[in-house]
């Protein structure tokens, strides 16, 4: 076992949340160290392919997958710098002031322990940070007024264009959506040039993934990123009371200790949890920071509905980008299928480019057909498919969780279990959007128009080290401090505790910049 | 099974595409089952896989496997398959398998540059890939 020498702060994980703390402190003359489990991904490495782009998730299951909806989790996992933030569709849009107050408001779920206005602020600096296009003005229809983006919309295509005459005739309301690709050249990174490859990574940086934005920042401030290093506990002193550094497995599988003053964990929504429940000692019996018995409760995620229409019409359904060309939070108030016994926000995408192979690909929205009709439904959709997704909220519930299995991983540390199931409401809510989808489809003039149902999608992974005011009744504190150890803090959608309906991305970016610029602001209270 | 699948499966080469991808490390491995969160070795899913279809086909077609029936039987069987509507299936279910075994006969007919020539839409590569798989 090797100990390398104390660093400020350890961060778990470069994905999108890893970098931002990353950038931050490293900008504040801190000495950083991201342990990252994955490869070091170079911009080259991004190939445009489906079969290709399958290389920068992670392999296989180390996660034992349990409950009514098991959380299929490698689609959207990530593996490698960049994290998931590498083959992300980069829609950015926000959640609403009505996604803070549930169990206030509605008596279910949970509340946050901040507001709209607290994050608002943050979402605006990331916009000018990573470059935002959209058109912010549309949107506050929706939302409280805030900083204009710094990028016009991007283009549209006929496949977006036709979803906008569906909504348009049913009396529904259609943006551009906010997405964080160029629509111009933005801090030196190019315009977008609408080749649909946005999901494998996009090599010319004008997605604004983890290796252009924020982790390149930590890089040209000091930020040392070590690939192929597996994180296996967080160790503490011997009272208990502080993080003192992190265990971990390097590229040649060497056991090594890397000390830090501040540990930050970054790594994904089941990871972080699995990590503190390994690190327990005689101070933290159930796991670090859980007396509460919260870590790896309340995990929820987003499901969607996905319809599709078929135009004689060339929709050129190649062009465009993997993020959406329009979104609409007309469906998002909690209790807009409420007739239907559904409970939660609903957000709708409309005209991404397509693809034809693999998960999302067009041949999969006919999952019925093969042979000689997949063959001829294939011909047909080539110019004329186009789809409106509709995003969707699951209430956190306790018995969502991750635990450790008996069963162990290479490195001797229990794997992780996810336990997951969808309750009545939101197969309500899921099968209430296919109602919804159709009637717009139908309004669209489409040809054709279907649901794409098929088993209940489980889509992000949020929650599990939930943030609330109290010890008692969370993991961390808005800011992702942990309530018991001062300097242990995580990063990511894990501290979510409702998950709203949209893309949770830039909500993970803006808290991220929120937690770690108090983190440095408070540095000489919180480092050990 | 592929050409059942997708026309133009074989010949594009889904045995060898399959058969490469489970000899290497999973971590490198360019198959869907690793998306859908199959547990690696890869290989375990597929030689359960065609367990299950030679012996769900035995048992409704008197002992033949599936390469040994005509092609309208294939057909019906693969139509059995993934509605779950087959006896004696065992292992994974069999709608997931015809859904892995699908997702990797459209990979090679239509997730490859001359699949997209195909259909005749532009493919538009940023970095092209240098092979297929």
Same mark, same amino acid.
């Not at chain 1, 170079?42 to 445009?48: C, K, N, P, T, V």
């Not at chain 1, 690190?279 to 101070?283: H, P």
């Not at chain 1, 004689?312 to 959406?324: K, R």
């Given at each position: 076992m090797a100990n390398n020498d104390k660093v400020d702060a350890v961060i778990v994980g470069a994905g999108a949340s890893g970098s931002v703390f990353a950038a931050v402190l490293a900008k504040a003359g801190k000495k950083v160290v991201l342990l990252e489990a994955g490869p070091d991904w170079? /911009?080259?490495? /991004?190939? !445009?392919s489906d079969i290709w782009g399958r290389r920068i998730k992670p392999a296989g299951s180390p996660f034992l997958l349990e409950g009514k909806n098991p959380y299929g989790y490698v689609y959207q996992a990530g593996w490698g710098t960049g994290g998931a933030a590498l083959h992300y569709f980069a829609n950015f849009p926000r959640l609403l002031p009505?996604?803070?107050k549930v169990k206030s408001t509605y008596g279910k779920g949970l509340d946050w322990p901040i507001d709209y206005a607290d994050i608002a602020p943050y979402w605006d600096k990331v916009a000018d940070d990573v470059g935002v296009s959209g058109d912010a003005k549309a949107e506050e229809i929706w939302r409280p007024a805030g900083k204009p983006y710094p990028m016009p919309p991007m283009r549209t295509f006929p496949g977006g264009d036709a979803w906008k005459k569906g909504f348009d005739a049913l009396g529904m309301r259609l943006t551009p959506a906010a997405v964080g690709i160029n629509s111009t050249k933005f801090k030196g990174r190019p315009a977008c040039i609408y080749d649909g490859w946005c999901h494998v990574g996009c090599p010319i940086g004008a997605l604004s993934n983890p290796l252009v934005t924020y982790l390149a920042e930590a890089r040209q401030a000091g930020a040392e990123v070590r690939p192929y290093a597996t994180v296996t506990r967080v160790l503490t002193s011997a009272d208990g009371a502080k993080a003192t550094a992190v265990e971990y497995y390097d590229a040649n599988k060497q056991k090594q200790v890397q000390e830090a003053s501040v540990v930050v964990l970054a790594a994904w929504s089941a990871q972080n949890p699995r990590l503190m429940l390994n !690190? %327990?000692?005689? #101070?933290h019996p159930n796991g670090l920071a859980n007396s509460s018995g919260l870590?790896? #409760?309340?995990l929820t995620a987003h499901f969607a509905s996905g319809t599709s229409a078929l135009f004689?019409?060339? /929709?050129?359904?190649?062009?465009?980008?993997? %993020? %959406?060309q329009y979104f609409s939070y007309d469906l998002y108030d909690k209790n807009a299928h409420k007739d239907n016994g559904a409970f939660g926000s609903t957000f709708m995408v409309a005209g991404t480019a397509q693809r034809y192979s693999a998960l999302g690909g067009v041949a999969n929205a006919r999952l019925d057909l093969f042979g000689a009709e997949l063959a001829a439904f294939m011909k047909r959709a080539a110019r004329g498919y186009t789809r409106l997704n509709a995003f969707a909220e699951e209430m956190p519930v306790i018995d969502n969780r991750i635990e450790l299995a008996t069963d162990k991983d290479e490195f001797g540390m229990p794997l992780g279990k996810i336990i997951h199931s969808f309750n009545d409401e939101a197969v309500a809510l899921f099968n209430a959007n296919f109602d919804r989808g159709l009637q717009i489809a139908k309004a669209t003039g489409a040809k054709e128009a279907w649901p794409n149902k098929g088993p209940m999608p489980t889509i992000h992974l949020m929650g599990g080290t939930i943030m609330g005011k109290t010890a008692g009744d969370a993991v961390t504190n808005s800011f992702g401090q942990t309530h018991e150890i001062a300097n242990l803090w995580i990063a990511g959608p894990g501290i979510f505790p409702t998950s709203g309906a949209p893309n949770p991305t830039y909500t993970i970016l803006a808290l991220s910049l929120r937690g770690a610029e108090q983190l440095a602001k408070n540095w000489g209270s919180v480092a050990d | 099974m592929g050409e059942t699948l997708v026309p133009g499966a074989k010949d594009a080469g889904v045995t060898y595409f399959v058969d490469q991808q489970i000899s290497i490390p999973p971590q490198e491995a360019l198959l869907e089952a690793r998306i859908m969160n199959v547990k690696p070795p890869f290989a375990n899913f597929y030689r359960a896989a065609l367990g299950a279809i030679d012996g769900a086909s035995s048992a409704r077609y008197g002992g033949r496997n599936f390469a040994q029936l005509a092609a309208n039987e294939q057909h019906e069987f693969v139509d059995l398959m993934r509605q779950n509507k087959l006896d004696g299936w065992k292992g994974a279910a069999a709608s997931f398998v015809y859904f892995l075994l699908r997702s990797d006969a459209v990979d090679v007919v239509y997730g490859t540059m001359d699949g997209y020539a195909h259909l005749g839409v532009p493919y538009q590569p940023h970095i092209a890939p240098t092979r297929s798989w």
């Open positions: 170079q /911009l080259d490495d /991004l190939i !445009s009505n996604d803070f !690190s %327990a000692t005689d #101070k870590v790896g #409760k309340y004689d019409e060339d /929709l050129q359904p190649y062009m465009g980008t993997i %993020a %959406a | -």
